[in-house]
Structures are given as structure tokens and as C-alpha cells.
């Protein structure tokens, strides 16, 4: 599975800004696609994720309210709606894929077999 994430920019507290991950090379994409970040210094953390089939979404806590994020099953395309975005936001912003993950293992980086390049989301104060 080949994934390619856009969107990512500058942008004022308060912003937003739309991140996209287009997700091709297999029939079969996997059952999860996730949305994680990783700031300076800092370890690759669990943002986001939705269940291709059903849509099911799931949130760090410290987002929820404020990301919001949505799949296109016709483009194999997942998105990332950030509203209200804080400096604590800024990151590099990885899309992943997880063929097999159960529900309880979506936060962890070890549950996804393909991850895209990242795309670098800045927030200025």
C-alpha cells in the first residue's frame, strides 16, 4: 500500500487546516487508516483513525471537538479536518494503514503495516 498525505502549512492559532492521505497499490487497503503525529523531540503519537467499512472513528482525547476525521471509499482517500488549532499541534503528520488491527490497538504505531511520508503542520502562536 502506497500512501501519499498532503496538506499540511503554516497556520495561526486558531486555523485550520485540511490534511489528506490517498492510499493506493493494493485491492485490498486495509481495515483502518490512522492519523498520527510526531513533534520535535518527541515520540510518534496517536491522533486519529476511521474503520474503512462502517466509518467508525476514534480520537486522542486532547483532540476530540476539534479534529474531525472522514474517509472517501470511492478515492481511498482519508482526511483530517483540524479546527481550532494550538501551537501543541504543530507536528509532522503521518497517515498509516492497518490491514488487520483490532480496535483496542488503533493508538499504537505497531498496529499499522504501511505509513505515508508526512506532511509538517505549524502553528504559530
Known amino acids: 500500500v502506497q500512501l501519499q498525505a498532503s496538506g499540511g502549512g503554516l497556520v495561526q492559532a486558531g486555523g485550520s487546516l485540511r490534511l489528506s492521505c490517498a492510499a493506493s497499490?493494493?485491492?485490498?487497503?486495509?481495515?483502518?487508516m490512522g492519523w498520527f503525529r510526531q513533534a520535535p523531540g518527541r515520540e510518534r503519537e496517536f491522533v486519529a483513525a476511521i474503520k474503512w467499512s462502517g466509518g467508525n472513528t476514534y480520537y486522542k482525547q486532547s483532540v476530540k471537538g476539534r479534529f474531525t476525521i472522514s474517509r472517501d471509499n470511492a478515492k481511498n482517500t482519508v482526511y483530517l479536518q483540524m479546527n481550532s488549532l494550538k501551537p501543541e499541534d504543530t507536528a509532522i503528520y503521518y497517515c498509516?494503514?492497518?490491514?488487520?488491527?483490532?480496535?483496542?490497538?488503533?493508538?499504537?504505531?505497531?498496529?499499522?503495516?504501511?505509513w505515508g511520508q508526512g506532511t509538517l503542520v505549524t502553528v504559530s502562536s
Open positions: 497499490g493494493r485491492t485490498y487497503i486495509g481495515r483502518f
Open positions: 498509516a494503514s492497518a490491514l488487520y488491527a483490532i480496535t483496542s490497538s488503533l493508538s499504537s504505531v505497531g498496529a499499522y503495516e504501511y
